[in-house]
């Protein structure tokens, strides 16, 4: 919808606030954005989306939404096998939506050379569901150089072995041709899966924001998933039929910092509040205050239908006056940037 272009005035604009907590989902793989512009930057493959129709997070304190990747906890060391060409893996746990599974030792996996005078990255992987373990050799690199040939890329000859789909990279071999015991100076933990996560929320867009790129080391197009788990507001959104006016209004901070060489001062946008009229007919932000503990969702739409919206916190002030329809004036700050549609 257009932003408004000509005067007109707020007959026929609409209030809309959640009616409910939302749709609960639990370890729904997100969709990666390869790029994507947020507060007027480009974040490449580093924002994930809950998809259409699932926009606004609900935020409040005993719904508060979780972020999870799968991934290995602890243990799971590659060590140098007893016989040629083999390797062993000890004893760990993985995070496998969002629960924890134990994994036991494997002894003598075998692994694969490349072919004379060439090197090979072999990666070594954990199936979530089996535990199994599993060794796969990437090409060889081309030249006759050994190692020297292999690149740390995922991709061409020498490159790094993709894992299947359904794994967690535990780590790399760099292996040249010959039948040989495995060295502990061939063995790499380069780019290996781990549980943790640091995902910053973004309530109003739906989604989650993380620190660096996933790297892309499963075959298949499907890479490494982020996965969410808690409620979305699209749903429940319903609209106030008594509501009178509305506005927005960004609020803003000063950053300052000194330094021996210089004083920095900048002004800059550090959250949206609204505010909107309403008889006392409708109970829904009752029911907020209530039952929500102050959070929902907003809806503030125009004459022409363009609307800004945003998951919020929002507090009401219930009027009863002699001579004077009973109202609602409510206040609040959204939780994230606002959304323009």
Not at 255 to 273: H, K, L, M, P, Y
Not at 283 to 291: C, D, G, R, T, Y
Request: charged share 15%; hydrophobic share 40%; proline share 4%.
């Amino acid at each position: 919808m257009a932003f408004p272009a000509s005067p007109t005035t707020g007959k026929n604009g609409k209030v809309s606030i959640n009616s409910g907590d939302g749709v609960l989902i639990n370890s729904y793989g997100m969709t990666l954005q390869p790029a994507l512009a947020f507060k007027g930057e480009s974040f490449v493959n580093r924002i994930y989306l809950l998809g259409t129709g699932k926009t606004l997070l609900n935020m409040r304190p005993a719904l508060e939404p979780r972020v999870d990747i799968d991934g290995i906890i602890d243990g799971l060391e590659i060590t140098p096998g007893t016989a040629n060409d083999t390797v062993n893996i000890s004893a760990g746990n993985i995070l496998v939506d969002n629960v924890v599974n134990a994994v036991s030792a494997s002894s003598g996996v075998s692994v694969t050379r490349p072919a004379a005078t060439q090197g090979a990255w072999v990666s070594l992987s954990v199936n979530k569901t089996t535990s199994g373990i599993t060794a796969t050799k990437g090409a060889d690199g081309v030249g006759g150089n050994g190692i020297a040939d292999l690149v740390d890329t995922y991709t061409g000859a020498g490159g790094k072995a993709l894992v299947p789909v359904a794994d967690l990279l535990i780590g790399f071999l760099k292996l040249t041709n010959g039948a040989a015991l495995v060295l502990s100076s061939e063995v790499f933990n380069d780019d290996r899966e781990w549980a943790d996560t640091d995902a910053e929320i973004l309530p109003n867009i739906g989604g989650v924001k993380i620190p660096t790129a996933l790297v892309k080391s499963h075959t298949g197009s499907l890479g490494r998933e982020v996965k969410f788990s808690g409620y979305y507001f699209d749903t429940v959104l319903a609209e106030i039929g008594t509501a009178k006016s509305w506005n927005l209004t960004p609020s803003t901070n000063v950053v300052s910092d000194s330094t021996f060489n210089r004083n920095i001062s900048q002004t800059e946008v550090s959250g949206w509040a609204f505010g909107f009229q309403q008889l006392a007919t409708d109970p829904k932000v009752k029911n907020i205050m209530l039952n929500h503990q102050g959070y929902g969702a907003i809806r503030l739409t125009y004459p022409n239908g363009g609307y800004w919206q945003g998951a919020a916190t929002m507090a009401g002030t219930f009027n009863c006056q002699t001579g004077q329809l009973n109202s609602i004036s409510v206040s609040g700050s959204l939780l994230d940037e606002p959304i323009f549609s």
